[in-house]
Antibody, heavy 118, light 109 residues
Framework: QVQLVQSGAEVRKPGASVKVSCKASGSSFESYAIHWVRQAPGQTFEWMGWINAGNGNTYYSRKFQGRATVTMDQAAKTVYMELGSLRSEDTAVYYC???????????WGQGTLVTVSS | EIVLTQSPGTLALSPGERATLSCWASQTVRKNSLAWYQQKPGQAPRLLIYAASTRATGIPDRFSGSGSGTDFTLTISRLQPEDFAVYYCQQYDTSPEWTFGQGTKVEVK
């Protein structure tokens, strides 16, 4: 079964950037897409962006266009999400998740807590 | 953007009771592209249902999904102690962009 393992918690100051990784295990990495979703404390989920692991195409929520960048190292089966110009409202748990043929699949990554504080 | 509204916000029930959770979409969700997730504190969400009514791998049959168009329902037939959690609906009609409901908390009465 495919597993997604994310990098550890991060603390950043306002204005800085953060890069979170999501490493996939198992086969057929190129067959699916990886999404980035975040969850602020006590809130629901907010979709940020997506990368097609087969061809590297990306797509972003309008809210994060220009501030979030999703990249991948296909050989390492690892996807990265970098978020810049951080502010306190970006404090959240960031998750990677996948879909196969547009259908969401389990499991998600375990989540990465990003704390933005001066 | 498709906005999802879940009801109720909190559902207080006893183990063994039936839980009925609703999710309304602001516009038609085509091809029943709707999923349900369970989330427990400190954990990632767990996929329960996709395509409105298809159980994900390993999900017990006490969980069932129904509905189409703009109205969807998640039913837990007999609540087990491990089912008390927050439940979210998600639409993927507008893939790759996803949207989520605000969640329903199922708590012990």
């Amino acid at each position: 079964q495919v597993q997604l393992v994310q990098s550890g918690a991060e603390v950043r100051k306002p204005g800085a950037s953060v890069k979170v990784s999501c490493k996939a295990s198992g086969s057929s990495f190129e067959s699916y897409a990886i999404h980035w979703v975040r969850q602020a404390p006590g809130q629901t989920f907010e979709w940020m962006g997506w990368i097609n692991a087969g061809n590297g195409n990306t797509y972003y929520s309008r809210k994060f266009q220009g501030r979030a960048t999703v990249t991948m190292d296909q050989a390492a089966k690892t996807v990265y999400m970098e978020l810049g110009s951080l502010r306190s409202e970006d404090t959240a748990v960031y998750y990677c998740a996948r879909d196969l043929f547009l259908i969401p699949r389990d499991p998600w990554g375990q989540g990465t807590l990003v704390t933005v504080s001066s | 953007e498709i906005v999802l509204t879940q009801s109720p916000g909190t559902l207080a029930l006893s183990p063994g009771e039936r839980a009925t959770l609703s999710c309304w979409a602001s516009q038609t969700v085509r091809k029943n592209s709707l999923a349900w997730y369970q989330q427990k504190p400190g954990q990632a969400p767990r996929l329960l249902i996709y395509a409105a009514s298809t159980r994900a791998t390993g999900i017990p049959d006490r969980f069932s999904g129904s509905g189409s168009g703009t109205d969807f329902t998640l039913t837990i037939s007999r609540l087990q102690p491990e089912d008390f959690a927050v439940y979210y609906c998600q639409q993927y009609d507008t893939s790759p962009e996803w949207t989520f409901g605000q969640g329903t908390k199922v708590e012990v009465k």
